[in-house]
């Protein structure tokens, strides 16, 4: 529910410090300023009424004080209305007693006055947000039937009980609550809204606007008074009937062109100017009795008033509507240049097509060049444009959203990146109607991925060529032993030959012994190029368990001089991965040296590693390195992936954070956990999927 007695833009009862509340507990200034000015509005708008009251009715043509009322509920908050009806009580009375109306009847009147006012204003206050503006079809449209109708159409049944009751006047029950309803209607539709539409934002407004619009409203209203002169003053009444449509041009300009503040104005304009010289003889509402010229009079200025606000309203609305949008267009713009965006529209059935002035510079089309798919396809990629097509024709197809990443080639050559998404709008009947998309360009950000891709492969690089150095001796002992064994065979069989004992048997095992060993360390020194050099990463099946036992032939000489053992428990049935195996040795051979570095305190009889690899579901391969050193610290254990962090003295703090991003970039996850007595570090990687054919998919 709507809560009734939030505050107005208008005055209220301010808020007050302790010190001010104990000074001015029992007076208020600015609602003093209120009431006082609600009062005198009041006690004018009698005096107004009375002297447009055509006798012997006792009702006027137009009683203000009702609207007045009206006007002051909507404008201030609920929680002083109770001092809004005790301001106009006085006015009340001291109108009513100078026209010598008995007092019984004067307290009548400011009852139905006061229910008037307030069912009107509940009602509206109600139903529209606050503060209450005449600039919306709806909140024109809920005045008119709740305050305009509802509030004078029930307030007149107690108004006319009253005048029966205390024997007012000469007419009938239901002669006092015709004149009384119309006349509070045609005031309500007059007053109202003129009071609320100038009062609500105080004179503020007023120096913003432009001194040609000053101009232009004295023009208008320059025009309304010549005219409303003719029709309803100048001429005789029986010439004058045709010349009511003489103000109708000048009304519509107020309208269009001024709001609900310039059609309000114009309404009380026309209206005070029709009923005074009506009631002073003049015009075309003079020529009958008082009774039927005061009817003329209210039914051509109400269905005149409503249509007014209105149209006033629509036009009010849609120009605000208009601004938004603007406004709206303007923000989306700048958002679209600042991230590189184009928009774009294509109406088949009216055969228009739009796209943003960045979108045009993208795409490097014409500013009147119109939009086509040909066109569109033509500036993609010659390798993207099957697929791009593809995609479009899937998406109307099947009426879904289509989005794709595909490279713009340019007529000037340029090469772009860009991602598209959009889709195809239908009609009632099923046909394609609009095609609406967005595309943003991320030519800037490829850019950027593959210099950071680049980076990392240099960063790899050098990871790998500085695990060789630290590797230096134990490749060293390892190169050694094949090349002390060939020497000592060609030793051997050269003395065979000194002593020309030498057997063609014997001979050809020395031979094939150091043939052996010379693919031994040539396999050694093939298996440390490869390692180290520069290269493009390749991926290809592999077997982790190959990786594992390749590792470890690499860091044999170095397991014995830290005396560790090693333990494998590989799954013999282990499926292949996509990857590139120089990467895959390159973290195994971190997270090894890293298991070797984490036992040196460890007592040599317990310093063993731990390698296992599985299967889980056919889907991935992980693999776990369990050793027995100091293990992780505990409050942070994803603080050991993180850039230069390292527990060791003279450690860079990369290798880990490169071997982080070399699974991830194998699709995989690396993760790190304590065990009793050591640490575990896992990674696991997807399983090569394949199709029927055996081909990998």
Known sequence: MKNLAAPSGLAGARSHSKTDWSRNQFFDWPLAAIALSVSLAYFLGAKIGFALTLRPHPVSVLWPPNSILLAALLLTPVRIWWVILLAALPAHLAAQLQSNVPPTMILCWFISNSCEALIGAGCVRYLIDRPVRFDRLRNVGIFCFFAAFLGPFLSSFLDAAFVVINHWGQDSYWQVWRIRFTSNVLTALTLVPFVVSWSAEGIAWLGKIRRSRFLEAGLLLLGLLSVNTIAFYKFAPPADSALLYLPLPFLIWAAVRFGSRGASAAICTVGFLAIWSAGHGYGP??????????????????????????????????????????????????????????????????KESWMSDNGRAIFNF????????????????PEDRNAVDEAIESARASSQTFEFEYRLLRPDGETR????????????????????????????????????????????????????????????HELNQPLSAIASNVAAGSRFLTQGSLEAKMFEELLADVAADARRASDIIHGIHDFVRKREGTRRLVNLNEIIREVLRLLHSDLLGRATSVETQLDPSLPSVDADPVQLQQVLLNLLMNSLEAMQSTPEDKRSVVISTTCEASSTVTVSLRDYGSGLPEEDMDKVFTHFYSTKPNGMGMGLTIVRSIIEEHGGKLWAENVDGGARFSFRLPVTAKNETGEIV
């Open 285 to 350: 509402f003079s020529t009958r009795s008082a009774e039927e010229n005061a009817l003329s009079i209210q039914m051509f200025l109400i269905v005149m008033s409503v249509p007014l606000m209105l149209l006033a309203a629509v036009i009010e609305e849609r120009s605000k509507g208009e601004t938004t949008l603007r406004e709206r267009e303007e923000r989306i713009s700048l958002a679209a240049e600042s991230a590189d965006l184009a928009f774009w529209t294509i109406n088949f059935e009216r």
């Open 417 to 476: 990146w860009l991602i598209s998404r959009g889709r195809y709008g239908y009609n009632d009947r099923g046909g394609i109607r609009e095609l609406i998309g967005v595309a943003i360009d991320v030519t800037a950000q490829v850019k950027a991925n593959l210099q950071l891709r680049l980076q990392r492969e240099e960063m790899a690089h050098m990871s790998r060529v500085w695990s060789m150095g630290e590797l230096t001796a134990s490749l060293a």
């Open 366 to 381: 014409g500013p009147d060049e119109p939009l086509s798919r040909e066109l569109f396809l033509s500036r993609v990629h």
